[in-house]
């Protein structure tokens, strides 16, 4: 079909500057492509009016039912005047490649400079096929199979027409209490980075010359985990350590990793709310990274400037927005009603706007839709790509890798596959929609392969499903506040019936897919409603439980690790959930996941995390003596520590060796360690390396994650597990305000989680 966009005067531009670029010979670098690209944004720029580059800053959600009549009054009616005008530069909420391809064509063939649209969605852990939450994949420790994860829902995204997500989240989170935990990596910055460069890789992979690659989008730029008191949106105050120590390695990895877009966050940090500071966006992102994508906001995160008391109305939101390097305007409309009249009144400068529209239109030119606007909308791709039935056996791998055994006292699993009784109780092993977890916005409910159909799949063992009690009361709804059930026990003795009769009571229990996510903080951390009752109730008449945690978040489970025999933490595994499960509680796959945030005594502990400071008062040596940082009422460590994960098997560490002990800071030095499956089956394990640096200029965690591998070992098999160290790897942001290492003294312990004890000491050097 001849379309319009090509008989433009910057179409006929750009295919003079594609006909110059097509002499250039393969050799030449990566720099001269790019320059290639900013010749072609320059001379579109040149094309534009101030309202048009303000349009590329704008985004729209969904506002009509495309295929129908066009909208003849009230927001919608403007909105579609705006596309027609090339007053809108990207789309989200837009599903399916009818919908796309329309909205497409009204920009690309009627708007005066047909420039294309991106077409943005969540897709936080996978599109239709959905893949376990985020903080659980995390639990695998596998970069490979995460890389391949993000990659899937990328692949799938693409088949429907979109071609950015608002992913990976990459928030560091010592706080449980915040729903959000779910999306991200968890609590150390050495493993979230890592995971983060993974995630980016596979959304958008090496290039855009696909057609299964999208954009991917790290956010929320920035301290959005440290929310007080894990309450969503909340102000955030930390100090100038904790930011780049804690809070910006992982997004510092995406730049590294290519990303082209960020988001900024809700919450505020030093008194100025994200979406306008000026030194997160400008001075650290776009300055000291010389990031040169650009930056959206969250869901109208402009206009609630106002309400923090940064900006006076919207037009002044606007104009601190865009100052401080906000490029494009999520849902708030601020910045198509008010920055062409903030450049005329000499409030904001042209050149930020050519700056911010330059970014956008300059991702739009990589990803090739120029060339071709409707790269993405395949109708034939779309109903050969969506669900396939590859994908299945991918996302099964994910969330079997993603599970994580917290106990099996006296080896009650795996479960014997013939000849036993098993009551199977709790409304969660039934439920096909929980496992989904939140943010499933395109899947379908009742999708997933519940515990109960997983276990059936064991025909040789007679089960007894009983509900128990429900956890929520009605169906609860994304956006919703989900109402839990505390007074209905009418379950509960159909429940004790089937555990009397039962050889092993396999209890599935944890929190609803809703209950972790955006806007979902809670003040406790401990089964929800009555499900702990429930717990109690039936290991009164048998105690021969394994407890199957279904859940979004590390939960407060005490009590459980004192009296339940074998603890399975399970997370929302997605699509395959119910199959992952029951292979793992069968023994057909070995167990190695390992916890990616520290799993509290319970709430007054949190926030609670590994890599704590030691504080002028650490543990004393009196037994009597109050004067040090602790609890009267509790210890201060956690019920299981970041890292932590058993298997089905014993591994065995020993002999650990440095190449020496002392090297400089132009040099690096090896550690290593021997690890032996001491067990009777092959397993994996996640040989961990953590270090402490005894003495710097600002105070340091009492150790740091700073390497990992994870390794396959059979039984009696003996392996040698390496890391380099170099100066590099110990640097930190110093009490200088740069990052840098400081010679010193330091320690390395080595383990199989945070709290390893097999140790060594080395040295740097000036």
Not at 33 to 39: A, L, Q
Not at 154 to 168: D, I, Y
Not at 262 to 268: A, G
Not at 299 to 327: C, R, V, Y
Request: aromatic fraction near 10%.
């Amino acid at each position: 079909m001849k379309n319009k966009f090509l008989l433009t005067s910057f179409a006929i531009a750009s295919l003079l500057l594609n006909g110059c670029t097509a002499t250039i010979a393969q050799s030449k670098t990566k720099i001269l492509k790019e320059n290639t690209i900013e010749r072609k944004v320059d001379s579109l720029l040149k094309l534009m009016t101030l309202e048009e580059k303000i349009g590329q800053m704008n985004q729209y959600n969904g506002f009509w039912e495309v295929t129908g009549p066009a909208p003849k009054d009230g927001a919608a009616a403007i909105k579609y005047e705006h596309l027609k005008k090339g007053w809108v530069g990207s789309m989200l909420n837009v599903l399916g490649v009818k919908d796309v391809k329309a909205l497409q064509k009204i920009a690309v063939e009627e708007s005066r400079l047909h420039i294309p649209l991106l077409f943005g969605f969540d897709v936080v852990h996978g599109y239709q096929t959905i893949s376990p939450i985020p903080l659980a994949e995390s639990a695998s420790w596998d970069l490979v199979a995460i890389k391949k994860s993000a990659a899937i829902a990328a692949e799938e995204a693409s088949a429907v027409g979109l071609n950015w997500t608002f992913a990976p989240m990459v928030d560091i989170t010592r706080d449980a209490r915040w729903g959000r935990v779910m999306e991200g990596a968890g609590e150390d910055p050495f493993l979230g980075s890592k995971i983060a460069f993974a995630r980016v890789k596979g959304f958008q992979g090496d290039d855009f010359s696909g057609y299964n690659t999208i954009l991917a989008c790290t956010k929320h730029f920035a301290a959005y985990g440290f929310a007080e008191s894990g309450r969503d949106y909340n102000t955030v105050d930390i100090g100038t350590s904790t930011l780049h120590n804690m809070v910006l390695p992982p997004f510092k990895s995406t730049v590294d990793a290519g990303v082209r877009t960020f988001m900024n966050s809700f919450n505020e940090i030093n008194g100025v709310a994200s979406t306008g500071n000026k030194m997160l966006q400008r001075d650290i992102l776009k300055g000291d990274w010389q990031f040169n994508g650009f930056i959206v906001s969250d869901w109208g995160s402009i206009g609630e400037m106002t309400a923090h008391g940064n900006a006076k109305d919207g037009k002044h939101a606007a104009e601190i927005a865009i100052n401080a390097g906000s490029d494009m305007d999520m849902e708030s409309y601020l910045y198509v009603e008010h920055l062409a009249s903030l450049v005329k009144e000499g409030k904001v400068k042209a050149t930020l706007i050519d700056d911010a529209a330059r970014r956008i239109l300059r991702v739009k030119f990589e990803m090739g839709l120029f060339q071709n606007p409707y790269k993405y909308c395949d109708e034939n791709r779309e109903k050969t790509i969506v669900g396939k039935e590859e994908f299945q056996e991918s996302v099964l791998d994910m969330a079997k890798k993603s599970i994580v055994l917290l106990k099996n006292q006296n080896n009650l699993l795996p479960l014997k596959k013939t000849g036993q009784k098993i009551a199977v109780i709790g409304a969660l092993a039934n439920d096909k929609s929980s496992p989904l977890g939140s943010w499933r916005g395109a899947s379908k409910d009742g999708t997933a392969i519940s515990v109960l159909e997983g276990l059936q799949k064991y025909p040789n063992n007679q089960l007894v499903y009983e509900k128990g009690v429900d956890v929520a009361i009605g169906t609860p709804v994304f956006g919703s506040e989900t109402k839990i059930n505390t007074t209905d026990k009418t379950g509960f003795d159909s429940a004790i019936i089937a555990a009397k009769n039962a050889d092993v009571v396999i209890m599935v229990l944890g929190e609803i897919g809703f209950q972790t996510g955006e806007g979902r903080s809670r003040t406790n951390l401990d089964l929800p409603g009555l499900q702990q009752e429930l717990l109690e109730t039936i290991y009164k008449v048998n105690p021969n439980i394994v407890l199957v945690l279904n859940n979004g978040r590390p939960l407060a489970i005490s009590w459980a690790d004192q009296n339940i025999p074998a603890i399975v933490e399970a997370w929302q595994l997605g699509t395959q959930s119910g199959n992952a499960i029951a292979q793992v509680l069968y023994g057909d796959y070995n167990p190695s996941g390992k916890l990616p945030m520290s799993f509290p005594r319970n709430v007054g502990q949190v926030p609670i995390y590994y890599n704590h400071k030691n504080t002028g008062r650490p543990k004393q040596n009196g037994e009597d003596s109050v004067f040090w940082s602790h609890y009267g009422d509790e210890k201060n460590t956690p019920l299981y520590p970041f890292g932590y994960g058993l298997s089905y098997t014993q591994f065995e560490y020993s002999d650990v060796k440095l190449s020496k002990n002392s090297f400089s800071k132009n040099q690096k030095i090896t550690v290593s360690v021997a690890v032996k499956n001491i067990g009777k089956v092959t397993g994996k394990e996640v040989v961990q390396m953590y270090i402490s640096d005894l003495v710097g200029s600002a105070t340091r965690p009492v150790r740091e994650l700073k390497g990992f591998e994870l390794i396959e070992l059979k039984s009696n098999e003996k392996k040698t597990v390496s890391f380099e160290i170099d100066s590099q790897l110990l640097q930190y942001y110093t009490d200088n305000n740069k990052w840098e290492a400081e010679s010193g003294d330091f320690k390395i312990f080595i383990g199989g989680n945070s709290d390893a004890t097999l140790s060594s000491d080395f040295k740097l050097e000036n």
